[in-house]
């Protein structure tokens, strides 16, 4: 089995950069993601790290490192449409594609 | 639109009626899986396809859930005698080896009653 754990709640003002921890105790891996989801809608793709180190997208940056059982999502230059849940996943290594998700991260970004 | 589907995007029906869902994956994506995401909580897994060949099944999957997949391309998942605990989004995604990521598609909202 897996845990997954990340905070409930995180509120930050509009133009401020906000982390989002992530930690996860597996028994296989195969790669950490994080998506976006808006309240009533499906969850999107954001990033995916397999490997220690940081990926950059845009506002968005993972990092991620393997023997801490730790990643992080930095969102940057906070939007009010930033506002959403942020799910962290880990891809068990016993079962390609199958991914396991936390309860995710609730951002709120106030004006 | 390329991206993937779910039909329908709602339905409500009684304890004990049989309900399915549709989901057609991203056309070049060869696997799909199932989800189920209650309020608060993150998505969980419930089977996976790859191709037409069905390769696991959660324990969350009880006798009265069963997913298929005949052709390789759409999946449907039908429960059978729905209970009030079925409640909850069923989500659809799709992968490839070489997308990275799952890609998901906009959930079946399923209401028992």
């Known amino acids: 089995g897996q845990n997954i754990d990340q905070p409930t709640e995180m509120t930050a003002t509009e133009g401020a950069i906000v982390q989002i921890n992530c930690t996860y105790q597996?028994?296989?891996?195969?790669?950490l993601f994080w998506y976006q989801q808006h309240a009533g809608e499906a969850p999107t793709f954001l990033s995916y790290?397999?490997?220690?180190g940081l990926e950059e997208k845009g506002r968005f940056s993972s990092f991620l490192s393997r023997s801490k059982g730790y990643s992080y999502l930095l969102l940057k230059e906070l939007q009010m449409k930033d506002s959403a849940s942020y799910l962290c996943?880990?891809?068990?290594?016993?079962?390609?594609?199958?991914?396991?998700f936390g309860a995710g991260t609730q951002v709120v970004v106030t004006p | 639109d390329t991206g993937v589907s779910q039909n329908p995007r709602h339905k409500i029906t009684k304890r004990g009626q049989n309900v399915t869902f549709r989901c057609d994956p991203i056309?070049?994506?060869?696997?799909l899986y199932w989800y189920r995401q209650t309020l608060g909580q993150g998505p969980e897994f419930l089977t996976y396809?790859?191709?037409?060949?069905?390769?696991?099944k959660s324990r969350l999957l009880s006798d009265r859930f069963s997913a298929e997949r005949p052709k390789g391309s759409f999946s449907t998942l039908e429960i059978q005698r729905t209970e009030q605990g079925d409640s909850a989004m069923y989500l659809c995604?799709?992968?490839?080896?070489?997308?990275?990521?799952?890609?998901f598609g906009p959930g079946t909202r399923l209401t028992v009653t």
């Open positions: 597996t028994s296989g891996f195969n790669g």
């Open positions: 396809f790859q191709n037409e060949a069905q390769l696991e």
């Open positions: 996943a880990v891809r068990d290594g016993d079962s390609w594609g199958k991914l396991q």
């Open positions: 790290n397999v490997l220690d």
């Open positions: 056309s070049e994506h060869n696997r």
């Open positions: 995604a799709s992968s490839s080896r070489t997308s990275g990521g799952s890609y």
